[in-house]
């Protein structure tokens, strides 16, 4: 087991940037999450860190060993891929073993390591079978039997579970979270599925365009994101995010509609006129009695798409100037397409980002 730090590290193809200046250290047994859009740079690092992608400025370390001019084999990493990687022509048994045959171990010390890792990964009645013969999720946890068997230093996972259905992707995760909480290896797993993220990580690193948006805790990042990008990429249902202006004690949103704000939020906000990006999810947005509420503070809206998702609905709404707004109501909830809808906001869990770089204004 071992920590893991990056130190300013940049990873150039030609005139292209793909990482730059990433720089974190992850502390021994910890399970970091990467995780960010396509193109991002999250498998960059993790295939720099094993080894895969040799280093074009930066410092890397695995534990107290400077690691860059060190090759993959000696890192003492096991790196699990999204398309599995075994060897067809072996048994689950031989897949499990190949690499303590490849550091020698003796027969006695692999058969023993081989009959561990597949109790623990609930195997054992496959240990005969070829890869061909077990489903999805088999191969996968063969996949990761293999890796663990090694007892490596560090674990690298990458996207190892998107190959598999809703219902097992779920069932696998959990069961990857309690492996990791008995064996303890310091991971790093890359993903782009923000639930994926939110559910495993100790720590989640956030980026775009190559660079790290912000690291923290899965709450913490949640519910304070440094910026629009990392409010909109966690979440199910996204973050509506949408331009705004303060005017007269007003917030105007939609060209034509506002909102009456309080003493806390005027604090907040940006000097009188100037516009800025409002974001408020989902969950944070309710409907309004057209003739019970104080219209005053209602946003008037027109119904383009309904999402039942069995305890609750997902409404789709388009605004007069075609702004396009994502709430959700309860599943007994009756509308259709083209109805009109009066909704309000909770004034205390708006975000306020500058619109010119979308940091958050706190």
């Not at 096991?78 to 690499?99: C, D, I, K, T, W």
């Not at 690193?205 to 190559?210: A, E, F, P, S, T």
């Not at 309080?262 to 906000?269: E, G, K, T």
């Not at 309004?288 to 709404?317: F, H, M």
Request: glycine share 6%; with cysteine; charged share 25%.
């Amino acid at each position: 087991m071992a920590q893991v730090s990056l130190q300013e590290i940049t990873r150039q193809f030609g005139n292209v940037t793909a990482i730059e200046n990433i720089t974190f250290e992850i502390a021994d047994r910890a399970f970091w999450v990467l995780v960010g859009p396509s193109g991002c740079g999250k498998s960059t690092i993790l295939r720099t860190i094993a080894g895969l992608e040799s280093i074009t400025r930066g410092k890397l370390y695995i534990g107290d060993r400077l690691v860059n001019d060190i090759p993959a084999r000696q890192r003492d990493v096991a790196m699990v891929f999204q398309n599995y990687a075994l060897y067809p022509h072996m048994s689950v048994a031989e897949n499990l073993a190949f690499g303590l045959k490849m550091r020698q171990e003796k027969p006695k010390a692999i058969a023993r390591r081989v009959q561990e890792v597949a109790r623990s990964l609930d195997i054992e009645h496959l240990l005969k079978r070829k890869p061909k013969q077990l489903s999805g999720g088999q191969q996968q946890r063969v996949a990761l039997g293999r890796a663990i068997a090694r007892q490596p230093q560090v674990f690298l996972l990458d996207e190892p579970l998107s190959n598999l259905d809703t219902q097992l992707r779920d069932d696998t995760r959990a069961e990857l979270k309690q492996l990791h909480q008995r064996v303890g290896i310091t991971t790093i797993y890359v993903t782009h599925d923000q639930v994926e993220a939110m559910t495993l990580a100790d720590q989640i690193v956030v980026l775009k365009d190559g660079k790290v948006q912000q690291i923290g805790s899965p709450q913490e990042v949640y519910a304070h994101p440094v910026n629009s990008m990392v409010a909109g990429f966690l979440g199910n249902p996204p973050m509506n995010i949408l331009p705004a202006v303060y005017e007269n004690d007003r917030l105007i949103v939609f060209n034509n509609q506002s909102i009456a704000i309080d003493a806390s939020l005027r604090q907040r906000l940006p000097s009188n006129r100037q516009k800025f990006d409002i974001g408020i999810r989902p969950e944070h947005i309710t409907l309004a009695n057209s003739e019970l509420d104080n219209n005053d503070n209602c946003l008037i809206l027109q119904v383009d798409l309904i999402e039942p998702l069995g305890r609750e609905t997902l409404i789709k709404a388009i605004a007069p100037d075609s702004n396009r707004l994502n709430l959700l109501a309860g599943a007994a909830w009756q509308g259709k397409k083209g109805d009109p809808i009066w909704v309000k906001f909770d004034l205390e869990q708006l975000f306020i980002f500058e619109p010119d770089n979308g940091k958050t204004i706190e």
